[in-house]
């Protein structure tokens, strides 16, 4: 029988005009109706033009009309009301000559959520793609650390930032920016201000990915990004044990708040090979593959614990750069087709 699940389903495919994320995960649908195989939608803009309104409409359209039962469609657009300082949401802007921006998040710290990202950007790199690499982590930056980076940023004849490059990377971090040992003491709208900054004030094109690093938490720092950019998903980083996935949780249903869509999740630390060859479950194991499985969400796989990836962060080689050929690097190098494929 025809229900909201079967036509919100049938809208995912609908994507927004010079997006890559789709109408539904916009959060621009505000009402459906069913009445004996007619639907009437209500579709709410911020912006656009009236080209893409048109293009949305014919979208929608063609996608519900092969929905079976489907026999009418109506689509309405309405004005969103005034808000004095208008939707949290209203100053995103797509950066020209960037394909895609991904989160790396998980809400906790310590779940080497930086360790994946600066591998996955290597992998990504290696496969070919153009990648830029953003840490958002104001307080605690270790990306300089992790991809071996000490220089600062230039300026450009346009007053913007020119982000260094290592390892066929571009990269972006607060701690490009201070001493090495200072610390940053700054409240939260300074932290917006840093973030908003380092994404439109920088010349990142032209990219394929643009992967941001997040901090740990559903603060400031994740807010800010969500009003700037608007993303084409998140990537969630968990360990296997129970203390590392209720704090996860939050950061999925962060994301889902911010209609921001979940790419998948990948279980880091899965697990250890003794130099005998015994696999050791030091923090459990299945714990990400299964709370994917509750929530609904794509199980991209398990990164193990390897020596050389420790090494590797240490060092500002990755493990993939350093010892692409190895088991550690495949793990990462897996990881990137599959978020290539999922967005193209």
């Known amino acids: 029988m025809l229900n909201q699940e079967i036509i919100t389903n049938a809208l995912k495919s609908v994507k927004y005009p010079g997006y890559s994320r789709d109408i539904v995960s916009f959060g621009i649908i505000k009402n459906i109706a069913l009445q004996a195989g007619a639907v009437s939608l209500s579709l709410q803009l911020t912006g656009g033009s009236p080209a893409v309104a048109?293009?949305?409409?014919?979208?929608?359209?063609?996608?519900?009309?092969?929905?079976?039962?489907?026999?009418?469609?109506?689509?309405?657009?309405?004005?969103?009301a005034a808000t004095g300082g208008g939707s949290a949401w209203s100053h995103q802007t797509k950066l020209p000559g960037i394909n895609r921006v991904v989160a790396v998040a998980s809400g906790k710290g310590g779940v080497g959520k930086s360790t994946v990202s600066v591998n996955l950007a290597c992998a990504l790199q290696r496969l070919g793609m153009?990648?830029?690499?953003?840490?958002?982590?104001?307080?605690?930056?270790?990306?300089?650390?992790m991809m071996g980076v000490r220089e600062k940023p230039t300026v450009s004849a346009a007053e913007k930032l020119v982000p260094p490059v290592r390892h066929g990377v571009k990269l972006m971090s607060m701690g490009l920016l201070v001493d090495e040992d200072a610390p940053v003491i700054w409240r939260g709208?300074?932290?917006?201000?840093?973030?908003?900054?380092?994404?439109?004030?920088v010349e990142w094109a032209p990219l394929d990915f643009?992967?941001?690093d997040m901090p740990p938490g559903t603060g400031d720092a994740?807010?800010?990004?969500?009003q700037t950019v608007?993303?084409?998903?998140?990537?969630?980083?968990?360990?296997?044990?129970?203390?590392?996935?209720?704090?996860?949780?939050?950061?999925?249903?962060?994301?889902?708040?911010?209609?921001?869509?979940?790419?998948g999740m990948v279980e880091n630390m899965s697990y250890f090979v003794t130099p005998g060859g015994e696999r050791v479950e030091i923090f459990g194991h299945g714990g990400g593959r299964a709370e994917?499985?509750?929530?609904?969400?794509?199980?991209?796989g398990e990164i193990p614990l390897f020596t050389e990836i420790r090494v590797g962060g240490d060092t500002g080689?990755?493990?993939v750069v350093g010892q692409p050929e190895g088991a550690a690097a495949g793990a990462f190098l897996t990881l990137g087709r599959l978020l290539r494929e999922k967005l193209g």
Not at 292 to 300: M, S, Y
């Open 54 to 80: 048109g293009q949305i409409k014919a979208d929608v359209e063609k996608a519900l009309r092969a929905v079976p039962e489907v026999e009418q469609v109506q689509v309405e657009f309405i004005t969103p």
């Open 130 to 145: 153009r990648v830029g690499l953003l840490d958002c982590d104001i307080y605690g930056p270790s990306i300089p650390l």
């Open 189 to 201: 709208p300074m932290i917006m201000k840093a973030i908003q900054q380092f994404i439109t004030e």
């Open 210 to 212: 643009l992967l941001v």
């Open 222 to 226: 994740q807010l800010s990004l969500c």
């Open 230 to 263: 608007p993303l084409d998903g998140g990537l969630i980083v968990t360990t296997p044990q129970e203390a590392s996935l209720g704090v996860v949780r939050k950061g999925i249903a962060m994301f889902e708040k911010v209609n921001v869509p979940i790419i």
């Open 292 to 300: 994917a499985e509750r929530r609904n969400i794509p199980f991209l």
């Open 317 to 319: 080689i990755p493990v």
